[in-house]
Each structure stands twice: as C-alpha cells, then as structure tokens.
C-alpha cells in the first residue's frame, strides 16, 4: 500500500519538506506528457530545459533512496495526460493515498483537484513550499479597491520579511525605490560579463522529443545548452551572478543593446519559476551583498523588487483573475500577429534584435519584452489572446501565473488597468533613449509620416487618439493629451494614414 505523490515538472526542489526522509511507501511520479508540450506550441529550448531537469532530479531522488516512476515522452505506457497515467499508476502501486503540490497555474489546478475528488481513496494538496506569499494575499490585502499597485504590496513584503530595512518601519537608505537611478543605456562599459553557465549536449533528448511528434519552434541549440540542469548549478549560477553582474544590474537593467543579449541581467528566472532556487535564498545573497559593500543598494534595491515585490505581486493578480484573465481585451484589437514574430525578419532592428534573440535564446529582459515587443503589439493593435500564447511559448521562464499577467495587464493594458496605472507603451524617441537599437535601423526615428518613418511614431500617436475616450481622463497621461491636443488637424491626420497604411502592410515592415 502506498501513497504516490506527484511532481510536476516546475516543482523541482529537492528541499520541500517530501524528500526531508525517506518514506518507502510513498512512490514520487514524474511525467513527460503530450498536454503539457501541446496545449501551446513551446520554444524548442523550453521543452528540453524542463524534461533534461525533470531526469536529472528524477535521477537525484533515485540516488537519495526515494522511489520514484518516470515516465518519459516515448514510453509505450505512456497516455500523455497526467490523470490518464495517474489512473493506471494508482491501481499498479496499489495506492492508499495520492498527494500533489499546489500548482501554479489554474488548468492544473482545476484538473488536479477535480480528480483528487473523485478518487475512491484520499486524495490532498500539500503547499510547494515556495512563494513568500499565499495565493490570495494580495486580494486579501487591497481588499475591494478598484485599482491595486504593486508599490504598496512590496512595501509591506519588505517590511513583513524585514528585507532591506533599517529599523522603525523605515527602509534602508531611506526610499522604498531607487527605480529612477536604474534606467542608464549601457555605453559599453564595464563589459557584459563572460556567460558563466555550464555547457550540456542535450542532442539525444532533442531526438527524442523530436521523433515523439512534439511541435516546437525557435533555435534548440541542443548540444550546447546553458540553462541549469539542477539545483546546484542554478546556486552557481546564483553565486555568479552576485559576483560578475549585480554589481551593475542597477544602473542598466532597462538598457537596449544589440552588441549583447544578456548584459547584467541574472537569467536566474527559470531556475526561480521551476524551484530549483527559492526566493528567500537568492534574495538573502542580494542582501548580504549590499551589505558586504560589494552591490550599490539601487542594485540590491532594483534586483530584489523584481522577485519579492514584482513576482508575488503577479501571482496574486493572476489568481485573483482567474478563469477569466486570458481572455480580457479592453481595446478590442484583433489583428493577428505578423508573421515574423516567428522568424524575426522585418526592418525594424529593434524588432529585429529583441524578436531574434528570443528565438535564439528563449530569452529576452524586461524591458525588451515590454517596451520594444509589447509596445509594438499594443500600438499595432495586436490580439491579446495571440500576444499571450506567444510569450507563453516563447519564453524559457513563462508559467502562465507569471506570463498571463505581465502580457495581458502590464504589457497590452487588456486588463483596462487592473494591474497597470497606464498603457506602457512610447514612440521611438523612448527607444533610442534607452541603447542603440535605432542606430543603422531602415527607419527614420524622428519621422512620424513617410514609407521611412519609424513605425512606432505613427502607431504612437494614433493609439492615443482612437482611444481618447478611453484614455483622457487618466491623470498619467494629462500630458500625452495636452500633445496631442496641440497637433493640428492636417498633421493629425497625416499621423492616422500613415498608421492606418502600417496596419494594412504590416507583414513588410
């Protein structure tokens, strides 16, 4: 008689509470499953990633003294669905109990907790034992408000966790955000660090996943792959990331650059989202860093929001939202995504740069995808629901908890403000700002009317005025309108052709 209990493949932590002894009636289920590759199409990288981390920790369990039954993506036994193999398991181990960690994403959620229900035998939900926060934090913390901020959240998880804080209720340094001194374009200097993650030949498991019929796209780069297999790898990288990048994360995590892909930005998202790191650890080496002299605290301060205050703060948007999140679109955009969002290929070379590394790479930072992707897909009036099954897949990091609210509220405002105070979203001059991806671009950046004219200008100013009704009343964008009110109708009018011609051609931009 025993009890299974099943790992989903972004629950790979060897230290939540299951594996604190050894049980031998208890048998721990791993799955290489069809619904999981196919409910969106996945970047090739992403798929190896998890399933190359799902044998290495299903191989550590083994060596621990656990029980374990994997079972891989071309197992003859295999019904790619997790409750069609865990059917057959119960009854082939004979189980008295079946147990899995909460998921984090609200299909599995539901799926998981309707089937335990339904079993003949006790059927329970055990914490994963990795977020700061509940799911219904957040909700329970802003209460009915109409409009939640993310500020106020992560002050009281700085304060609650007594992280970066001197005393009295009073943060260290005396400000909550350093945000402003975070936003430099990277002049190159000092030098964006060597790439310190290890090397994997992944090229059989690629076969193998290939020969199973599983569909994917973007570069899979198989047999020299650097995403962390384990958790000690991903604490390797953690630790040099504290020494070669954090130093300058702040003063250029919002750069644009196509001399590199990285820059100072951690890539620790993936090991975070798959839990073979937890949030406390990586950000109690931020910490100790500032506080050893080696990190400025806008760095220690700008690294830590994005996991203390931006990462709990989204999981509770996403669950305070569900079911009804992926579908919401405030602005009733329709058009489908162009064509080279899957290859890279148009004209715009910021487009060019930030599409083409994240098809290369399964990466690109935030601002990448929020100021030069998302930006254009809003302005453009990209469908909402398109734009979020493509950052799903994309991604080597999306989970949809965190994804869905990042694309449909931050990034594309679907939402009409749940998550964001204001469409994010610029011209090119907020480009050029920020790097040098404007520099040798086909387009013109400060044209707003031309055939050579930087399509975000156009798109820009005509987003604004087809949503005035909308938009005007909302104070942070008083000054947007008081522009727009000043432009005369000709060139108005200009402005609106020119985007209108965009729309109409937008496979040849």
């Not at 040099?240 to 820059?263: K, V």
Request: with cysteine; hydrophobic share 40%; net charge neutral.
């Amino acid at each position: 008689m025993t009890t299974l209990r099943l790992i989903l493949g972004d629950q790979l932590n060897p230290e939540h509470s299951w594996f604190s002894a050894h049980d031998d009636n208890a048998v721990y289920v791993l799955m290489e499953v069809r619904q999981e590759t196919d409910y969106v199409r996945h970047h090739a990288q992403k798929i190896i990633a998890i399933f190359a981390a799902m044998r290495d920790f299903a191989r550590q369990l083994r060596l621990s003294g656990h029980r374990v039954h994997y079972l891989g993506i071309d197992d003859p036994a295999n019904r790619q669905s997790l409750t069609a193999n865990l059917d057959v398991l119960l009854v082939q181990y004979s189980s008295c109990a079946f147990e899995y960690q909460a998921p984090d994403e609200w299909r599995l959620d539901q799926q998981l907790a309707e089937y335990a229900s339904q079993l003949a035998i006790p059927g329970r939900m055990v914490d994963s034992e990795h977020f700061y926060s509940r799911r219904d934090e957040a909700a329970e913390l802003f209460g009915e408000r109409k409009q939640w901020l993310m500020e106020h959240f992560y002050r009281q998880m700085r304060m609650r966790h007594g992280v970066l804080m001197a005393g009295n209720g009073k943060p260290l340094g005396g400000q909550w955000n350093f945000d402003h001194e975070n936003r430099k374009p990277w002049p190159g200097l000092p030098r964006e660090p060597a790439d310190w993650r290890s090397e994997h030949d992944h090229s059989a498991l690629w076969e193998n996943i290939r020969q199973s019929g599983v569909s994917s796209f973007g570069e899979p780069s198989a047999a020299c792959f650097r995403w962390p297999l384990n958790r000690a790898e991903a604490l390797q990288q953690l630790d040099d990331f504290i020494a070669e990048a954090l130093p300058s994360f702040g003063d250029f995590q919002d750069a644009l650059t196509y001399r590199a892909w990285r820059l100072f930005h951690s890539l620790l998202s993936f090991a975070l989202n798959t839990k073979m790191l937890n949030p406390r650890e990586v950000v109690g080496r931020a910490v100790d860093a500032h506080a050893a002299g080696h990190v400025p605290l806008a760095a220690a301060e700008g690294f830590i929001r994005q996991i203390l205050g931006w990462r709990e703060y989204v999981r509770g948007v996403y669950w305070a939202n569900m079911p009804g999140y992926p579908a919401q679109n405030f602005f009733a955009h329709l058009r489908p995504l162009p064509s080279w969002f899957w290859t890279g290929e148009t004209k715009m070379r910021c487009l060019a740069h930030a599409l083409g590394q994240s098809l290369e790479h399964a990466y690109a930072h935030h601002i990448q995808r929020l100021m030069v992707i998302g930006n254009f897909a809003l302005l453009a009036g990209l469908n909402p629901v398109e734009v979020h099954g493509w950052y799903l897949g994309v991604y080597i990091d999306a989970f949809e908890w965190v994804e869905l609210p990042n694309t449909v509220g931050m990034s594309q405002f679907a939402d009409g403000g749940k998550l964001a105070t204001k469409p994010y979203v610029s011209s090119a001059a907020y480009i050029d700002r920020m790097g040098d991806y404007c520099k040798g671009c086909d387009y013109d950046k400060k044209a707003r009317v031309g055939s050579l004219a930087c399509p975000f200008n156009a798109l820009y100013w005509d987003f604004f005025a087809r949503n005035s009704q909308r938009l005007a009343t909302n104070p942070r964008l008083a000054m947007v309108y008081r522009q727009l009110a000043r432009m005369s109708p000709g060139d108005l009018q200009a402005v609106q052709a020119r985007a209108d011609q965009i729309g109409r051609s937008i496979e040849p931009l």
